[in-house]
């Protein structure tokens, strides 16, 4: 059955609205043969400039010349049927096929120089202004290469007067800005796309371009912050844009050239449509040229064997895609030279494909999961270059792995004595070079070197640590250094505990070491070290004890015990302070003694303990050492109300040259994320953010990725919602779900689809948020405390409504209002009430229905109100929600199709679609006032906003007398002298002078 021409006009109306692809190419073609059997010609001409708008904004570009012909033919047979939207519209289109010529290198030069000429003779008799024409004739000369007639076309361009056929300023800036950045003016062109990054110009296809051409320039001028913040963005705006290749193709080049190429991998893996040529010769080879310079990055870091995913039909190595990328891009950028007789376009596509990196790593606050190589979407990541090792002291470089064993031995006899995180590794390449040269060592130095290598082996086979301390101990033993064998054994009881051995048993075995070692040190046989070493690891062992202690009392018996023979340490080691190597025993022991008294809640105590000990780290001349006293400071001085100086110790811990290189990933990670519990601490947002980028990083360096890293994450998502940075923050929690999922407590999965559903929500993309609100609701249904599962309800039911799914909406408010009940949340219930009547509203309700919502939350609140008795903070609660509930019944007269408009005040004008309710309106809104006041100095503002309201309602019906009645109460509430730390008083204040003088007039 064929459709009327109104409903193909209703169908045209959606297609336009469609995502681009070429189904939706495909039903403009079907829309443009319904319109020309219905003979309506102004309905073909509609029909027509919907299917050169497909295929203008899709890979098809190439399509849309002959339907324009169409037009033009139509045009100047029967120009009459053009109405004046259509004649702007005709016009209008004359730039995308221009530009279009210029994108295919089968069109000869003079064929486009023609339609340019062209254009200009129909838009001077039109009596349009040459701007158009001019950035037409820049893009020509720009694009071959004439520098001369650009800078020429380009000043007539920007001197020419803006009119209906101007490009929009958000466009014309990023034309203006990329050649800036062609001229190689990268702070130039910053400047020129500022208007359109901050949000003060956009349109259908910007800031999306603008995003992905500032991502370089950004990077070059060293504002890697922005970089980051714009590809966050950009992508996510660009990602399912048929006409976005170029953008999708920039955001993967910024990944290849900032140590992202497993990210820019993943973006690969998503976007394989785009290896297919189509009819868009100009973006397929911005395409190939950027997926080339990722795809040798891989090739150079040792990867080129690696499985990539590429066009379809066959499986490909990152090295042959890599060719065969290069090999595209040189052929398609030949064709445009060829036509254009210049070498401009190969020029510019070698230049960008022979880029190198900007940055070695440059952290983006995402993890790409390694799920095997090549696995679609989640590339493994390529290994980085790991950090040279420290040298001697005389600053000569480290002994090569393949150096003389003797030499290798006593570089890492220097490295233990100095206590440097290195010297384990060092131990290790010593052992290493013993096997392959055979080597042989005496007994004290197999020893030293069995025992370092039990240090290393202790920490992911225990039992095995256990059994080559023991083997070194009789090493050291015949060697005759009792001092070391006792420590040696004393280890080998440590490792054991970690084996699994019981802790009670552990101490009894080291208590006749303790007492060995003590009397070997007054024999003058054990040095302070030594003895140090083996009355320490009875203090871990007891903290092991500690954790076990099944009793308050026993663990308070345990503490005590801990504490004074962590004390006694301390005074037999004071008097060889000065040794550096005692020192740090010293310094263990006082953070040891912190750390028990910040678990007994005596915050001052653990404060004094853990800031002496981190000073004698650094006093031993090892301020690695100190990040552990510095990182359980911070967060005693977080906990206890001092974030400011827990974010200075964490600061200069982190900044410390010394430090930096070697201080383990993972300890930067938690450094971090410390930092950031004090900087949320402060209400410093930002800086919480950016520690929380960082730690998400180093986590991920440490392999620790899906562990911290995501937690990391997770908060940083968080953070980059309450910002308002919302783009940023739904990709960094669409990264985070997976690793959640797969490894963390259900309540962490929760959070996140929780803040991911107010970010879709945020972002217009209501059915995907009521996708994460219900499946956060489903988890959190099993839980004992119903409050999230309520809350989540009722978030899903907002999102289904503003989607426009009424029924599923209703069936969720009904849930949510049943589960507020069930846990006797009042204000809850209230808050589902009055939403339910707008969603009776938004469903086409008449006024009194959609308010006996408003009536039941009324009804209530009045039980409420009956039930507060003494407690004056819930009677102001009630009272608030009295005024809330008409306030709305208010805005459901005036505007009974209308979503709630905001809380403050805005001009009444814009709801008056009913004026049959202003009296009711009027009524509540001076309900809603009275409601307010009646709550003292927590209603004032709302109640003046409500006063306003009212003021502006009687100034519509002519009630002048009424309004200045309602404007006196609010210059009333506000006497000289009132106080108004955050404007609102003067807004007020503005507010009732701007009504005053539309009454004046």
């Not at 004290?444 to 101990?473: I, K, N, Q, V, Y």
């Not at 802790?503 to 007492?515: Q, R, S, T, V, W």
């Not at 991911?756 to 945020?762: A, I």
């Amino acid at each position: 059955m064929s459709r009327t021409p109104e409903e193909i006009r209703r169908a045209l109306w959606e297609n336009d609205e469609e995502l681009e692809s070429r189904a939706r190419n495909a039903r403009a073609e079907s829309l443009v043969a319904e319109a020309e059997e219905t003979g309506d010609a102004p309905l073909l001409i509609q029909a027509l400039f919907n299917l050169v708008s497909a295929y203008t904004f899709s890979v098809e570009r190439d399509k849309a010349f002959v339907p324009f012909a169409r037009l033009l033919r139509m045009w100047d047979e029967r120009a009459e049927d053009f109405d004046a939207y259509a004649t702007h519209r005709f016009h209008w289109m004359f730039k995308w096929v221009s530009s279009g010529m210029l994108d295919q290198p089968h069109i000869p030069l003079a064929s486009i120089e023609k339609w340019q000429a062209e254009m200009e003779h129909r838009y001077r008799l039109a009596g349009y202004s040459p701007r158009a024409v001019r950035s037409g004739e820049f893009s020509i000369a720009s694009h071959l290469g004439d520098l001369e007639r650009a800078v020429r076309a380009h000043d007539a361009w920007l001197a020419a007067d803006r009119d209906d056929m101007t490009d929009c300023r958000a466009c014309e800036l990023r034309q203006e800005g990329a050649w800036q950045v062609r001229l190689g003016d990268d702070a130039e062109a910053l400047r020129l796309w500022r208007p359109v990054l901050e949000g003060v110009h956009t349109c259908l296809q910007q800031p999306h371009g603008v995003l992905a051409e500032s991502l370089l320039p950004l990077v070059r001028l060293g504002r890697t912050d922005e970089a980051r913040r714009s590809h966050l963005r950009g992508y996510r705006m660009a990602r399912d844009m048929e006409s976005m290749r170029h953008a999708v193709a920039a955001h993967i080049e910024f990944c290849a050239l900032t140590g992202n190429e497993a990210r820019g991998l993943e973006l690969l893996a998503e976007q394989t449509r785009h290896w297919e040529p189509g009819g868009d010769p100009d973006t397929y080879l911005s395409w190939t040229a950027c997926a080339a310079v990722l795809l040798r990055r891989l090739t150079e870091l040792g990867h080129g064997d690696q499985p990539v995913p590429g066009p379809p039909g066959r499986e490909w190595t990152a090295r042959e895609l890599s060719a065969h990328a290069t090999a595209e891009a040189h052929a398609t950028a030949g064709r445009f030279d060829a036509r254009n007789g210049t070498g401009a376009v190969g020029d510019r596509a070698r230049e960008r494909m022979a880029r190198e990196p900007l940055l070695d790593r440059l952290p983006l606050g995402l993890r790409v999961p390694a799920r095997g190589p090549g696995a679609p979407g989640a590339p493994a990541a390529p290994a980085r270059t790991p950090a040279p090792r420290p040298g001697g002291e005389d600053g000569a470089a480290a002994p090569r792995a393949d150096a003389p064993p003797r030499e290798l031995l006593d570089e890492a006899r220097r490295l233990s004595a100095h206590g440097h995180p290195t010297a384990l590794a060092a131990w290790a390449r010593l052992g290493e070079a013993v096997e392959r040269t055979g080597a042989r060592l005496a007994d004290d130095e197999r020893a030293e070197l069995l025992d370092h290598c039990a240090m290393e082996l202790a920490r992911t086979d225990p039992a095995a640590g256990a059994e080559r301390f023991t083997a070194a101990a009789e090493l050291y033993a015949g060697a005759g250094r009792p001092g070391e064998e006792a420590a040696c054994r004393a280890r080998a009881v440590l490792a054991s505990a970690f084996a699994g051995r019981p802790h009670a048993e552990a101490l009894e075995a080291i208590e006749p070491l303790c007492a060995r070692a003590s009397a070997l040190h007054a024999e003058g046989a054990a040095s302070t070290r030594h003895a140090t070493a083996v009355l320490l690891t009875r203090a871990r062992i007891r903290a092991g004890l500690l954790a076990e202690a099944a009793t308050g009392e026993e663990a308070a018996r345990t503490a005590d015990t801990l504490d004074a023979e962590l004390a006694a340490l301390v005074a037999f080691a004071a008097p060889d302070r000065d040794v550096p190597a005692v020192c740090a025993r010293i310094a263990e022991a006082t953070e040891s003694r912190g750390r028990l008294a910040a678990q007994r809640g005596d915050g001052e105590r653990a404060v004094e303990l853990l800031t002496e000990a981190a000073a004698l780290c650094h006093a031993a001349g090892r301020p690695w050492d100190a990040t552990g006293a510095e990182l359980a400071l911070a967060r005693v001085l977080t906990g206890t109300g001092d974030p400011a100086r827990a974010a200075a110790v964490l600061t200069a811990a982190l900044e410390d040259p010394e430090r930096a290189p070697v201080v383990a990933a993972a300890d930067q990670a938690r450094l971090h994320l410390a930092l950031a519990d004090a900087r949320a601490a402060e209400g410093r947002a930002e800086d919480e953010s950016a520690a929380l980028l960082h730690a998400a990083h180093w986590a991920d360096q440490a392999g620790e990725g899906d562990g911290i890293g995501a937690f990391a994450r997770l908060r940083l998502g968080g953070s980059l919602l309450a910002l308002g940075r919302w783009d940023e923050a739904a990709t960094v929690l669409e990264s985070v779900l997976p690793d959640l999922r797969e490894g963390h407590d259900e309540s962490d999965v929760v959070q996140a689809r929780s803040w991911l559903g107010q970010v879709y929500s945020r972002l217009d993309e209501h059915r995907a948020a009521a996708e994460q609100f219900l499946e956060a609701a489903s988890t959190a249904q099993e839980w004992e405390n119903q409050y999230d599962h309520a809350l989540l309800a009722h978030l899903a039911a907002d999102a289904l409504k503003n989607a426009g799914t009424y029924e599923q909406s209703r069936r969720a408010y009904a849930r949510a209002e049943e589960l507020w009940r069930s846990l006797g949340d009042r204000h809850g219930t209230l808050r589902t009430l009055r939403s339910r009547a707008w969603l009776a509203s938004a469903e086409g309700a008449d006024t009194d229905a959609c308010v006996e919502f408003m009536q039941a939350a009324l009804r209530e609140i009045e039980e409420g109100l009956g039930e507060t008795g003494d407690d004056p903070e819930e009677r102001t609660r009630l009272l608030l929600e009295t005024g809330h509930t008409h306030r709305q019944i208010a805005e459901l007269a005036l505007a009974p199709t209308d979503g709630p408009p905001d809380e403050e005040y805005d001009d009444p004008e814009q709801y008056a679609l009913n004026t049959g309710g202003y009296a009711r309106a009027l009524r509540h809104t001076a309900l809603a006032a009275t409601s307010y006041l009646d709550c003292g100095e927590p209603g004032l503002h709302l109640a003046t906003a409500d006063h306003l309201r009212a003021a502006a309602l009687e100034l519509d019906l002519a009630h002048h007398d009424a309004a200045r009645s309602w404007l006196a109460r609010v210059r009333d509430a506000y006497p000289d002298g009132t106080t108004d730390p955050d404007g609102t008083v003067a807004e007020r204040l503005k507010a009732a002078a701007d009504l005053e003088q539309r009454l004046a007039r």
